[in-house]
């Protein structure tokens, strides 16, 4: 028997795609990598799962896992491999609201965990752009971060136990729903952010939070930086640590979400070259509850904290969402910046991370090295400023490769002189390996590479990826 | 040249101990496990451990790693095995306020690094009975918990970046100061909760917080657990989230508290059957700064909700501190839990979690199950409530290891039954390996092992710590 004749037998001739079916898995988000797979497998349980991997590895045949296909950095390139799609291991199974935990399948759309939570009063706070496509498998496996990290931590901080498939075809149950389980290593953080190389993640439990009982948002512009990290200080602390989102928008967005967006409109009258989204939430009813004149006391936090900037000369213009419409139209234009970024080619998208107190600097060093080696290029950036995580977007005059190369390593020195990373939430997938084999530390570089070899000896777990073949 | 000259070369005579001079190392809190080793060795710096673990490396000499020796599990016990101590790698070596992190030697006392902190205004908040005298390198290679967890998360959680020495000696730098840093394989993670089995923690980054402006501590009595959790809940509703511990005292405890310190007062008038410590910590100058009137409002929050439970005739006893010495007085009868433990022999330490809505389920089930296995067995529990966490301590009747097993077996059906985990904050190290023989996924059991083979090849290691030889 062949293998396809194989994966028909355990998924059904319908869940095994092939040539022209395969369409909608062959190329990722930014179009950068296309490659057509043996096969895409469609497998329903954990199980098939299972039994999907015993047969490639059975046939040392290259696996490669997919779920909302949203990768920014090439993790699902599937050449010579069978893509394992999990779509349909997209069961919400559980919620549990005193517990407050969620149990999930891998194939979970993100806003489908937000809707069926939020039924319970409650949140799970991990969202980013592609939240209506991105699923939490993905999301597991790339340790996504996105626009709440500045509260809750990054999608590791959020998952209390996985259940994995290994490279042959075992199930491992690390389905923990306790927030105090020390049981040996801690193979539930190695399996998250690992992209798929180590095994694939089938389910997880998922922890919840309390739903704010009011938010607080606003647009904020700021002449400099170090004012909008007084902006973000003074807010942590007139609300003990409430902010949500600290988000970051240059002109250049601004204008570039106009152009895509036309019926959009611009955050303020004037054009700032630093725009802030930032939102508070509250759930505590002295904080969230309408008082008898109608104000909500974190509200007025929030527009006592800009007036004070104001007074100070630290901000030059605000808008406080005066009610639902108007904060889902300031996250929509955050939210719009995966497609906006696709407005110029050729781009490079650097996802990196410094200290949120260099994040000035790095805009100054950056704008001098670019004055010389590319003084006509332009670039744009949206950033989770609260983490120091800058989405840095080039839009070099010359697309060979050389020149891409030379201002990416541009940036890499510039983050690292800064004490920075060159990879803060995307992932490294095809993209990043060439900076992890000249950024990483080489001992760090060499046990992971241990690792991979002790877990994965046959290399079938989505080869090529992450780790860079030499030093 | 004998590997003992290598070593005093390499740290000098007077920091590499034998004999006599290792009576301080040679045996655990508990003193159930004694050993002599080889010899005690004092590093001064990485460069100094890395030496030390070559010379170690070249005779595949075992190597135990030793910090401040307050290990309730065995994790230093050291047979026919250099001990490594990390005590002169103490330094606190940067505070960054405004970044909110400390860098730090694995020597680190836990409350040098409180002390340390706290001249910022801030806090790094692991704590625990022990925090005179452990360390940060053996609490980061236990992921140990405490009483904070509830707020703050484990020891896990308020690290961002390690520096380790692998098993041949090399450095391995994953000093991130970031809170995004997505390059490769968590390794970080896997090296915290090791034990030392996998290398030799010597530095670290922690996450500092705000420290807060003010507290709410009290010591309430409830009729039973759902009580417990309820004033949990509604204490996290009205303050946000704000309760930093929640811990159980049973009433024996409280007795053989007095009874080792008879200076000490008891906390109620009356004896009550479940003590619960509550504080609730505030930042938000909303919340913590005094009212004209006097009053604090994160106080009356407080004082408010526990007179509600009153009336609902669901607290039954509450005493709230009026002033920084109650307060601490209250903290001390939790903290010498590790001193209390030790007042009977012989005694089972069951470190276990149950989901925080099954603990009433747990203590029904297992006093069923005692009264007929020990029916003159006496227990106290001490626990980390809020996380569902019970330090379950058993005085059984008979000493023999039959029965001990026979009772550690019926603790850990019952903690199971309940979808808990046999091992929550104190480690595996010697005492908890038949445990995880019986009760770890058995594919997991493989991953560790493959692990451990892949970095720690010759077994130097910790050897014989955390992994059973056999499922």
Redesign the interface.
Known sequence: MTLLDNLREIVGDAHVLLDGDTSKYDHDWTGNYRATPIAVVRPASTEEVSAVVKACAATKTAIVPVSGNTSLAGGTYAKDAVMISMERLNQIREIRP??RIAIVGAGAVLSSIHDAVDAHNLVFPLTFGAKGSAMIGGALS??A?GSN?VRY??T??LCLGLEVV?PDG?????M????????????K??M???EGT?GLITSAVLKLF?KPRAYATAMVAVPDFPDALTLLNDL???????VEAFEYMDALYVTDHLTMFPKARAPFENRHDINIMVEVG???????DQLPDGTV?VVT?LENTLAQMMEDGRVVDAVVAQNEAQRREMWERREAAGEVMLIRKPMINNDI?????KVADFFQRIDARLATLDPDSLHTSVS?LG???IHFLMFPTKGDPQHIDLLTETVENVVLSL??????????GLT?KPS?AR???K??????R??????DPDNIMNPGK??PQTN
Chains 1, 2 share one sequence.
């Open positions: 005193d517990a790339t340790n971060g990290v931590g990054s590791r901080g290994m075992q199930i491992m149950n690390l923990s729903e306790l927030h105090k389980d020390n049981s040996g290593y801690d193979l953080d190695l998250i952010g690992a180590l309390p942590q602390a007139a609300t003990g640590g409430l509250a759930t505590a009813p002295s904080l969230a006391p936090l991370c410094v200290p949120v107190d989770h983490d120091g995580n004490g920075g990373s060159f990879s803060a939430e995307h992932g490294i990043k992890m950024r990483k530390d001992v760090a570089l060499a046990v992971m241990a690792v991979k070899a002790a877990i992450v780790l």
